[in-house]
């Protein structure tokens, strides 16, 4: 194998963040900076006032309006910092220091949304599954009638769950969607507010995309920071300051790719394939087996060890060898997790289960 083959020897990137984007998304973006649609300047010296990159944040959020079918109360936005930075943006804008919101612990990040938020307001865990290492998603539990808001992380990334029905409450919904955003059909008018970092599922890292009904905004009594205040940000189209320029334009990029494909209910059939492919193998492979509930298996973020756990390091490796990347297991897990994002292709997820297959055969 020469210099050359090297370089373009396929890897399937299972990466669970940042992670994989379509071919076309990459071959754009690196056009456009070396040439920003014939303007002979690179999308990274675009002045963010251009009508140029006007017309990219337009784009942008107007196809996740369409995407997710948003109605005329919910603003969208793309912000700085994270979605770490939401954990405590959500509270600070929507939680009286005197009244409750609610909270579901998932997992590791539901606990950093809990903590943050305990700065701001009297939080109430009104569910956990803690105590069996996060394996399943509650479903017995009340939320107060009072309570601000109920906030959930609809798909918990480093587990490998994922709430199959969002939990039907009277009182406002929040959601860390950060790992499963555009993933499949919800009613997402049934949420007050929705976050996601951009570099799971719908771009690269620099960015979050925050979905807010406005309706629910300017309740509160503190005095709130101006960059961090969401009446700010929709004012200003999400350019209040320099916004993170070239990964609004990825996430535009990525979901044009997605329209074009048919939208959010074409890819969950698509999702749906990949993820009972590889559940259907760690199911009737008899080296693997699954660490979660079945029914609260997330179709975003497989997780799986092996029987005989001295098996799982040739694993990994005979894997690395075939040019499978980021399977290795979150160290609260171990074992072994794939992330089958939006842009993972079902080939990707048929080449690994064959490589379960044969390694079942040499050490079955
Ligand atoms: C990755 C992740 C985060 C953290 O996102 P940052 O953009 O790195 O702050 C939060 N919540 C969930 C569910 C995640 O998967």
Avoid at 118 to 130: A, D, N, P, R
Wanted: proline content about 3%.
């Amino acid at each position: 194998m020469n210099a050359t083959d090297q370089l373009v020897k396929q890897v399937h990137n299972f990466n669970a963040g940042p992670s994989i984007l379509p071919k076309e998304v990459f071959e754009q973006a690196a056009q456009a900076v070396l040439n920003f649609n014939n303007t002979g300047l690179s999308i990274l010296e675009l002045g963010h006032r251009t009508s140029t990159f006007q017309a990219v944040m337009d784009e942008a959020q107007s196809l996740v309006k369409e995407l997710m079918q948003l109605d005329a109360d919910h603003e969208v936005l793309f912000l700085h910092g994270g979605a770490s930075t939401q954990f405590m943006q959500v509270p600070m804008n929507l939680l009286n220091e005197k009244d409750t919101a609610a909270y579901t612990d998932t997992g590791v990040w539901a606990n950093k949304a809990i903590k943050e938020a305990k700065l701001f307001g009297k939080i109430e865990v009104v569910c956990s599954s803690k105590e069996s290492n996060y394996t399943f998603i509650p479903k017995d539990f009340a939320v107060p009638n009072d309570a601000t808001y109920l906030h959930i992380t609809t798909n918990n990334t480093i587990y490998g769950t994922q709430w199959q029905n969002i939990p039907k409450t009277s009182v406002p919904l929040v959601a860390d969607m950060s790992s499963d955003i555009l993933s499949r059909v919800l009613d997402f008018n049934a949420f007050d507010i929705i976050y996601a970092g951009a570099q799971k599922n719908m771009g690269c890292a620099g960015v979050n995309l925050v979905v807010v009904n406005k309706n629910k905004l300017g309740k509160v009594n503190r005095a709130i920071p101006t960059m961090m205040d969401y009446r700010v940000h929709i004012k200003e189209g999400s350019m209040f300051n320099t916004p993170a320029v070239f990964a609004i334009y990825v996430s535009m990029l990525t979901l044009r790719w997605l329209k074009k494909i048919g939208g959010v209910a074409a890819i969950e059939k698509i999702n749906n394939a990949k993820a009972a492919l590889l559940y259907n193998e760690i199911d009737v492979n008899p080296l693997f087996k699954g660490t979660t509930a079945k029914e609260d298996r997330s179709k975003m973020n497989v997780c799986f060890v092996m029987q005989d756990a001295t098996l799982e390091e040739k694993f990994l490796a005979y894997a690395k060898e075939n040019g499978i990347i980021g399977i290795k297991g979150h160290r609260s897990v171990g074992g072994f997790r794939a992330s089958l994002y939006n842009a993972l292709p079902l080939e990707s997820v048929e080449f690994l289960v064959s490589l379960m297959k044969e390694f079942a055969l040499k050490h079955g």
